[in-house]
């Protein structure tokens, strides 16, 4: 007959074994996939494109803001992670190199959103700076300082905080324009642009991700003027981008004021749904940063943050959780009077699902007795990355999950929009975690 510590025993080393399993998958699954495949030690900076057998693909090779300093928030991640390894922080300087020579732009400021291979601005392809880009190359540059305590990398992380801030920043409602030209001004929507597009809207996506950045970047900077927009940006998200239903509105005016569609036909809330949807990824993530954000400030374990965190994870495991195979859909939607969102598209990401195992884990670790079963969903959550996402046999993700999408086998593995951000940070927390629980 076991006892109760040969139970408490047990479980300490489920969490161990788990940890275990995390690490070796994101060292030989994900970090050795890509990393020195990924380095482009001819120009600098990183190749995005891999096919399904991660086979470096033909092409021109465009190198995307966001994609560069992901790769080298990666590489500047892993160098903390396993400093014996020298080849993350060769890694890490090829990108830091590339996206300060290359990347900023020296007359106006601000990070071009795409240059060719060599580094030549591509303005044919993006005319646009944006919020978002700047965001994630602030992300990175303030991990990378963080790492190498390369001071240059810090400087450049403060300038670009400083430009966004300056040109981006919205002093009469808060918050931070997404779409900006060349010079930093932002764009206004003019009265023919499509209705389905988001030019001149703000958004959720990017003010999550500037929340990141800014979290990141404060924790290595203590500057009052980023303390003061970091809040801000906390208190926009939890009390104002989020809806009192538990999901992040996606797209703004300039007042906040949501864009939606509700009260059309369902015709026509289909053929806009990229700017109104229910999406289940950025909500668990977004539960993640809210809480991350608040502990950074100092908040601690701040009640109304832990309480719109858990309300943003519970919407997605109450309404976009598959109960039978586990992971998180990709949309849903709420259809006129309807109580509960329908699923409109069930299928289920990569970065959606790995931002949902770290959510999880989380909630576990300050909710252990919720009827929720955090814990038990994780669980299930990392079965179903083992079955469904994770490809065993040529390395990394597949782009979805194969119960959903199995032509997702043979799909590019690498892109510009597809790297390893999502999981690495997924799995660095988690086993984190894992190990706190096993204590």
């Not at 994900?30 to 495949?37: A, E, G, I, Q, V």
């Not at 006129?336 to 969102?341: A, F, I, R, T």
């Amino acid at each position: 007959m076991c006892g109760k510590q040969d139970i408490l025993d047990k479980d300490l080393y489920e969490y161990a074994l788990t940890a275990r399993a995390l690490e070796n998958s994101m060292q030989e699954n994900l970090l050795n996939t890509w990393y020195p495949k990924a380095f482009d030690y001819d120009s600098g900076g990183y190749f995005s494109n891999f096919d399904y057998q991660f086979n470096l693909k033909e092409g021109p090779h465009n190198k995307f803001i966001v994609t560069q300093s992901r790769h080298l928030w990666s590489n500047s991640v892993a160098m903390m992670l396993y400093p014996e390894i020298e080849q993350y922080s060769i890694g890490a300087k090829l990108g830091f190199d590339f996206i300060k020579n290359k990347m900023w732009d020296s007359t106006h400021g601000g990070f071009y959103q795409m240059v060719s291979r060599s580094g030549e601005p591509l303005l044919d392809k993006e005319k646009m700076k944006t919020a978002y880009g700047n965001s994630f190359a602030i992300y990175a540059l303030a991990t990378y300082f963080d790492a190498s305590r390369d001071s240059a990398a810090l400087k450049l992380a403060v300038k670009a905080f400083q430009w966004l801030d300056d040109n981006s920043y919205d002093p009469k409602y808060g918050g931070y324009f997404q779409h900006l030209d060349q010079d930093g001004v932002p764009l206004e929507r003019a009265v023919d642009t499509p209705s389905t597009s988001d030019l001149g809207y703000k958004d959720q996506n990017s003010s999550i991700h500037l929340l990141e950045a800014f979290t990141a970047l404060y924790q290595v900077w203590k500057d009052p003027l980023l303390e003061k927009r970091l809040e801000e940006m906390l208190l926009l998200v939890r009390d104002k981008i989020t809806n009192p239903k538990g999901y992040l509105n996606l797209f703004f005016e300039a007042d906040w004021t949501p864009v939606s569609f509700q009260d059309k036909d369902e015709e026509t809330i289909l053929q806009q749904r990229q700017l109104d949807h229910v999406s289940f990824g950025h909500d668990v993530e977004t539960g993640f940063l809210l809480i991350e954000a608040a502990h950074v400030l100092g908040s601690g374990d701040d009640e109304n943050t832990f309480k719109q965190a858990k309300k943003l994870i519970d919407h997605g495991l109450k309404f976009g959780w598959d109960e039978e195979r586990g992971g998180f859909y990709d949309e849903g939607y709420y259809f006129g009077e309807d109580q509960k969102p329908r699923i409109i598209k069930d299928s289920k990401n990569w970065w959606a699902q790995a931002e949902g195992m770290n959510a999880l884990l989380l909630m576990a670790i300050h909710y252990p007795d919720d009827q929720m079963d955090y814990f038990g969903k994780f669980q299930k959550q990392w079965e179903y990355i083992q079955e469904y996402l994770i490809d065993h046999v040529h390395g990394d993700w597949y782009p979805g999950g194969l119960d959903k999408q199995p032509q997702m086998s043979t799909a590019d593995k690498g892109h510009i929009w597809k790297g390893n951000y999502h999981q690495l940070r997924s799995f660095k927390h988690s086993i984190e975690m894992l190990r706190i629980f096993a204590e």
